[in-house]
């Protein structure tokens, strides 16, 4: 599976369904948030969740 962040065909993990190799995994967790390279992991991490909420399901059969 390719890394959807870098695009390297290595080894990594799922997160959210999505495969993300053990590399950019390493720089997520070490990443100050004075890098540059912050809002770039903070939107795509955004984006991974915003796939994931919808809208809640109404309730009452009738309506």
């Known amino acids: 599976m390719y890394c ?11 997160l959210l369904s999505q495969t993300v190799c053990k590399d ?20 795509f991490i955004r984006i991974l969740l915003g796939y994931y909420i919808s809208e809640k399901h109404q309730l009452n059969p009738v309506n």
């Not at 995994?25 to 540059?36: C, W």
């Open 4 to 14: 959807i962040i870098c695009g390297n065909e290595k080894t990594g993990m799922k």
């Open 24 to 43: 950019c995994i390493d720089e997520m967790r070490n990443i100050s948030v004075f890098d540059e390279r912050y809002d770039f992991y903070k939107n």
